[in-house]
């Protein structure tokens, strides 16, 4: 849908159009930025309220810097909106998040503005780091590199290794700390609690008021300003700051807390800070969901609306006429309570998506068995080891993709010591709008690799439960993982009495004569229909739902290639290495001759987009297996071979 910018905002294609305006002029400008963002996102969807957040910081910081030459690298990125409006796309923008649209998040491939792909958190520092090195090296001194970071980001370990890094180089680097004391959820641990404390300390302010003073002047002080501000800053911070003030701990100089919202005062400190080398981090406080009354006041629901009416706060929900399915995170969060409350060994873990994954279902019944760890796979990983050495039950919450992040942890914390430790990996498979950073692609692949793995995906909302119930009483000495998608299962009626799963154990869907669909998880709804309707066309394919990549139903796998010559993998994950593989493997490993297709997501970036439209480039949604099953039914005529 066209939306109209206002009358300034429609001026601006880049930053060198905004640059011709008067600073008076960016409040205004601010204005009708915010409420482009509000426009489009309230009929296209995506992230919001963060965007809303750094209005002010964004037009201050384009105002500012030499863009793209300098470069800014926004942290996660789902903060992004109004630097891609600002930077050549503001007529694209509705296609944000729209298959073959424009990316939710900044990518290098889409714009030079666009400094460094992003879309998992915590890179900024790091990324910033190794341009402005590289500037450094390259003699470019008058090059500025700012990392844009939350203090949700700034709660994983690799922004502290940047830290620890940056502040030993004497490079042009300068953080900004977008501190609006929120992640998804409201933010924990106990740096957001120091992050407060520097927020609201008397001492801090009167600092902060200091350094205005001595950055207002820094234009008089003429050739020396650097030395003499140094000098200055120095007497002023006293050894009590220093000592207490982490960043200064860490060598990066600290300025700040000031307010995000104050474009004029922004400006001003931007201005000044170009001026000052070396590693610098400026913190802002800022509001998420800024200008947006409803978002300000519930920042998480907030985060990523959906639809909405920008008028009443209304948020869109498609009609329905009959019960829905539930979606899997919330059979995850419920099932979470039930089973823990038979079982006290058992624990919930998340790093940073409580309302994500639904742990936080838990984490209100039982506040002293679920944590929210913050934006830290690694230690998700490594705490739930931990826990599990003292003979808990861990069920540590993980989207796929951010397991990507704590592969280590894994293999060296989990399955070398055989901890009992089970992974959730909700987001499994296509994610959707979100887009490559965020496809659920690679874990089958990389869990059926390590030794004491078991790797298992639900078909359903009941298998998921009955996995989860399983999960517990196998004590098999390893980690066990069920992945499961995003969004809804397939049974409205899902809440079942538990029944324990064989680990290892498929189940046969249908039995047939052409060919042997054989499927792992949710996706094989997808080869019920196909085979629904090949049925009624008059093809007879065999359908059978693993459960388990590793261990393999070896005896159902026998059955298989004993009767099929013909036999079709599907899998919402990566084709190299992942289901198919490891059937493949199989085959080959006890000899079987069969023509085997193996679908699921190519060796290929899947860009972004609704989930079924990926299925369907991918080729692995219903019409795709149709056409398969069609093209491999009819090339030959089916028969068995052994050996
Ligand atoms: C590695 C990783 N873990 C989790 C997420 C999911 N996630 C995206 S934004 C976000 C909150 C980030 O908080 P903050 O950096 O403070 O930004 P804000 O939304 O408050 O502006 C989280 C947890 C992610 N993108 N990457
Ligand atoms: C930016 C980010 O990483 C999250 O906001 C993510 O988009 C959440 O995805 P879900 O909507 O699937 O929870
Ligand atoms: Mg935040």
Redesign the pocket.
């Known amino acids: 849908m066209e939306v109209q910018a206002g009358p300034l905002l429609s001026q601006i294609n880049y930053p060198s159009d905004l640059k011709k305006f008067n600073e008076d002029q960016l409040e205004e400008i601010c204005k009708e930025l915010r409420q482009y963002i509000i426009d489009v996102v309230s009929v296209n969807g995506g992230?919001f309220?963060?965007s809303l957040?750094?209005v002010e910081l964004t037009v201050a910081l384009h105002y500012v810097l030499n863009t793209p030459y300098d470069q800014l690298v926004w942290?996660?990125g789902?903060?992004a909106y109004g630097h891609k409006i600002l930077t050549g796309r503001r007529n694209v923008f509705h296609t944000n998040r729209i298959y073959n649209g424009i990316s939710g998040f900044p990518k290098r491939s889409e714009s030079e503005y666009d400094t460094f792909g992003?879309?998992?958190?915590?890179t900024s520092i790091s990324a910033a780091l190794g341009m402005a090195v590289a500037s450094h090296y390259k003699g470019e001194t008058d090059r500025q590199h700012v990392a844009v970071?939350?203090?949700?980001?700034?709660?994983?370990g690799i922004a502290f290794e940047a830290l620890n890094h940056g502040g030993i180089e004497n490079s042009n680097l300068l953080v900004i700390l977008?501190?609006?004391?929120?992640?998804?959820?409201p933010?924990v641990g106990a740096l957001k609690e120091y992050l407060t404390d520097i927020t609201t300390s008397k001492s801090y302010n009167r600092f902060r008021d200091d350094v205005s003073a001595v950055l207002s002047k820094i234009s008089e002080l003429g050739p020396n300003a650097h030395e003499i501000v140094k000098k200055i800053e120095k007497s002023i911070k006293g050894t009590l700051l220093k000592k207490s003030n982490l960043f200064e701990s860490l060598k990066f100089r600290y300025f700040g807390p000031i307010d995000g919202h104050d474009i004029e005062h922004l400006v001003k400190v931007l201005n000044d800070l170009k001026d000052i080398p070396g590693p610098k981090i400026l913190h802002c406080v800022?509001i998420?969901g800024k200008g947006f009354a409803l978002a300000e006041k519930d920042?998480t629901k907030w985060?990523a609306p959906g639809l909405f009416d920008k008028i009443t706060g209304e948020i869109k929900k498609t009609v329905v006429d009959k019960p829905q399915p539930p979606k899997y995170q919330d059979v995850f969060g419920h099932t979470m309570v039930e089973l823990a409350e038979q079982n006290d060994k058992i624990m919930g873990i998340t790093?940073?998506?409580p309302s994500?994954c639904s742990l936080n279902i838990m984490m209100r019944a039982m506040p002293n068995r679920a944590f929210d760890v913050?934006?830290a796979?690694q230690h998700a990983v490594t705490f739930s080891a931990g826990l599990a050495t003292q003979g808990l039950i861990p069920y540590c919450n993980i989207?796929s993709?951010?397991m990507q992040?704590a592969f280590d942890q894994v293999v060296h914390d989990v399955a070398l010591q055989k901890l009992p430790v089970v992974f959730c990996l909700d987001r499994a498979g296509i994610a959707g709008a979100d887009g490559p950073?965020?496809h659920g692609a690679y874990d089958i692949a990389f869990f059926r690799c390590i030794p004491n793995m078991i790797v298992s995906a639900p078909m359903n909302e009941e298998e998921l439960r009955n996995l989860m119930y399983t999960a517990q009483l196998k004590h098999h000495g390893g980690p066990f993982s069920i992945r499961y998608p995003r969004g809804n299962g397939v049974m409205p009626d899902w809440k079942r009495p538990f029944k324990e799963i064989e680990v290892g154990k498929g189940r046969k869907i249908c039995d047939g004569e052409d060919i042997a669909i054989l499927t792992l998880g949710h996706i094989g709804n997808e080869a019920v229909k196909a085979c629904l309707e090949l049925n009624a066309e008059g093809y007879h394919p065999a359908h059978y739902d693993l459960r388990f990549a590793k261990p393999l139903d070896e005896r159902m796998l026998h059955e298989v290639f004993s009767k099929f010559s013909k036999v079709i993998t599907i899998e919402d994950g990566c084709i190299q290495g992942g289901f198919g593989s490891a059937v493949l493997e199989f085959a080959a490993d006890h000899k079987y001759k069969a023509e085997i297709k193996r679908l699921g997501m190519p060796d290929a970036v899947i860009e972004h987009g609704e989930q079924a439209e990926l299925w369907d480039e991918c080729g692995y949604d219903a019409h795709a297996i149709i056409y398969e099953v069609k093209q491999m039914v009819m090339a030959r005529p089916t028969k068995s071979l052994v050996g």
């Open positions: 992230h309220a963060a957040g750094v942290d996660v789902h903060q992003v879309g998992h958190s915590s970071i939350g203090d949700g980001a700034m709660t994983a977008n501190d609006n004391c929120m992640s998804i959820d933010n800022t998420k920042q985060h790093p940073a998506m994500g913050g934006i796979e989207y993709s951010f992040r950073t965020h």
